[in-house]
């Protein structure tokens, strides 16, 4: 007799399969039964996953700071690091790589989420010093070390009670693209055959892409209505242009995002360069007086547009915070249930639903709060007792606050809005330590410590929400993943800090063959005239805060619309392109069936494109690191050519994907 698809019994780790209902929906009554058996115990913490976590760790902090310092890119490092650990455990002819690889890639994942914390906020201190020589700004190892790692264990704590709410409860309500990529990679490993066969080989695709495109600049990475002289014209007199990225890291994203969500990003792109913008540039004057049609489409966006966004997204965290207050409720009201054995409880809990308790969540806060008190008081800032107890209840409000955004951001886009989350930290947080004396060079350290402190929480909770929906599909222990999550966030802000130091200094901000830096400059200029006089754009904050209250009423995301009107035009996009396929690929058939099995092909496929991208970036990052020019002459990228084959090459590569998809053997 045939059982019930709800009470179909778990698989076994060699009959390696994704459940049929792991990215839908679950009709009433019907409950995910993960890979791993959950009353099955497998090998998780041990040597072999503890080292090569550890190893990954190192190795993607100082890459990815690296990377984000000098060229303004930070590489998302869970994909490339479950690609090594699925290399690694088949080379060693693992017998448990499937629940070994999941807790190697949560462990090493904390490098991109410190890296990106770190290097969007403290480097705006050493950037300030440099154009300020006057300033005394002093910044040291310790600092940096103990504002990432803080930061890190806040976002780990305040995360865990969430995990619930974002990885089972809504179960198949958010897409989450980069955990779906990750599994992909991390099941395919553990099949081999056919499943490995087709994801390296797109990983092949897209990394050679990419890697031709950034590296050797066969083409151009931007296609842009400026490569011709009509379009320049447009740009410049009208302020509308229309530009894109050619890469597959993105058109990968965008499949695995869906078409719903590139549509609703790309709406909000599309207000702000392809209304707000070329109105502004037709009629807009600055404070100074300064007519806005002789500025260029990308400075009225970076300089005006994008603080809508910002605004908005802040909004949208106020209404996420408010929306989980249910949830919030009740994950927090455990703690104070009486007569309640916790021990007792958890020992009911089955393996794969078990987190760490509630008592350790709040003792382990409670010493986050000692510690950066401790920190704040003889740290070398100078600030009073008034002063630091600000600084920390800015710290937790922020952290607590915009945790759920960050959780919700890359569940639904695969992409945390941190840096606009902590532009919003650093107006406020400026504002508020600024009223009770903090002021100057104090005040900067004091407020980019404290943003950073907020920055490096936010991204750890966006980044950890990914780890742990892949460990729920796959069927690991949440709490082995908790736990070791600790000793990342501890390494990579060691690795962090000491990279940050040894960068500032050998390249510094200013000048020839300076470090890009984009977002710590945006802080930097932020916070300059907050903490030395200056204006900040309240309006355009309020504006943002409005639109995304009346998006909520209408029922469009409005963080999904805020972000993409926050983050630029050239990066949403090729979204719309990927998501696109996404909806073709499922859906020209008649049969539902065939549709299915068309559009897992295609989420292999880009989880591959996506992967091998991410991975030849870091390869080119090195090359880079070493001066290593292979690059074409400059006679070609000025040619009209160069432009042409973007186009082409971008083409080919959608062409791929759609092909690819729809193709299918007789045994698939």
Avoid at 40 to 46: A, G, L, Q, R
Avoid at 229 to 256: C, E, P, Q, R
Avoid at 462 to 473: A, E, M, Q, S, V
């Amino acid at each position: 007799m045939e059982l019930p698809k709800n009470e179909m019994p778990q698989q076994e780790e060699n009959e390696v399969k994704m459940p049929d209902n792991a990215y839908s929906e679950l009709k009433n009554g019907e409950t995910y039964k993960p890979i791993l058996i959950s009353d099955k115990k497998y090998p998780e913490i041990n040597a072999w996953t503890v080292t090569w976590g550890i190893l990954m760790a190192i190795i993607f902090s100082a890459a990815t700071a690296y990377s984000g310092l000098r060229f303004g890119q930070v590489f998302e490092a869970a994909i490339p690091i479950a690609i090594i650990a699925v290399g690694a455990s088949t080379i060693a002819k693992r017998k448990s790589a499937l629940s070994e690889n999941v807790i190697i890639q949560s462990i090493g994942a904390s490098s991109g989420v410190i890296v990106a914390g770190a290097i969007f906020t403290l480097p705006a201190i050493y950037i300030i010093q440099e154009k300020n020589p006057g300033i005394a700004l002093d910044v040291n190892f310790l600092q940096i070390f103990l504002a990432s790692l803080f930061g890190g264990f806040l976002g780990i704590l305040f995360l865990i009670p969430f995990r619930k709410y974002f990885v089972s409860d809504m179960h198949g309500k958010y897409p989450f693209p980069e955990a779906t990529a990750t599994t992909e990679i991390i099941v395919s490993g553990a099949k081999g055959g056919n499943q490995l066969k087709l994801l390296l080989i797109s990983g092949l695709i897209g990394g050679l892409y990419d890697f031709f495109m950034s590296t050797f600049k066969f083409w151009s990475e931007t296609i842009s209505s400026t490569m011709c002289n009509f379009g320049a014209k447009i740009a410049s007199t009208h302020k509308f242009v229309f530009d894109m990225s050619g890469s597959a890291i993105l058109l990968g994203t965008g499949y695995l995002i869906g078409l719903k969500y590139a549509m609703v990003i790309c709406a909000g792109s599309f207000l702000s360069w392809w209304f707000i913008v070329p109105l502004l540039g037709q009629y807009g004057i600055t404070e100074a007086g300064v007519l806005m049609n002789t500025m260029e489409p990308g400075v009225i966006f970076k300089d005006f547009v994008r603080y809508i966004g910002i605004g908005g997204i802040a909004m949208a965290g106020i209404l996420g915070v408010i929306k989980s207050a249910g949830v919030i409720k009740t994950s927090f009201g455990t703690i104070f249930r009486k007569n309640t054995n916790v021990s007792s409880e958890e020992q009911q809990i089955i393996r794969t639903q078990r987190d760490i308790s509630m008592k350790i969540i709040l003792f382990g806060l409670l010493g986050v709060l000692v510690l950066m008190s401790i920190f704040f008081f003889f740290g070398g800032m100078n600030m009073s007792f008034t002063q630091v107890l600000v600084g920390i209840l800015v710290v937790f409000a922020f952290a607590f606050l915009f945790t759920t955004v960050a959780a919700t951001a890359i569940a639904t886009v695969g992409t945390n809005p941190v840096s606009g989350m902590t532009m919003m930290t650093l107006i406020l947080s400026s504002f508020i330590l600024s009223a009770v004396g903090l002021s100057g060079g104090t005040g900067i350290i004091t407020a980019l410590i404290v943003g950073g402190i907020v920055c490096s929480a936010l991204a750890m909770a966006g980044g950890f929400i990914t780890d742990l929906k892949i460990g729920y599909w796959i069927g690991t222990s949440p709490y082995k993943q908790q736990s070791l999550k600790f000793l990342g966030t501890f390494v990579s802000a060691l690795t962090v800090g000491g990279v940050i130091i040894i960068l500032s200094k050998t390249y510094g901000y200013t000048g020839n063959d300076a470090l890009v830096a984009p977002q710590a400059n945006a802080m930097a200029a932020i916070i300059e005239p907050l903490m030395f006089g200056g204006s900040t754009p309240w309006l355009l904050y309020i504006i943002g805060a409005i639109l995304a209250l009346l998006l909520d009423r209408i029922g469009i995301p409005a963080l999904a619309f805020s972000l993409g009107m926050f983050i630029p035009l050239q990066l949403n996009i090729p979204l719309l392109f990927g998501g696109a396929i996404a909806w073709f690929v499922g859906s020209r058939n008649k049969s539902e069936e065939i549709n299915k099995k068309r559009k897992e092909k295609g989420t292999l496929l880009a989880s591959g494109l996506l992967a091998g991208a991410a991975i030849m970036g870091v390869v080119s990052a090195i090359l880079r690191y070493f001066d290593v020019n292979m690059s074409m002459p400059e006679t070609w990228i000025a040619s009209p050519a160069f432009s042409i084959l973007a186009i082409i090459m971008f083409v080919a590569l959608c062409t791929y994907l759609i092909l690819h998809s729809i193709k299918l053997k007789k045994e698939e």
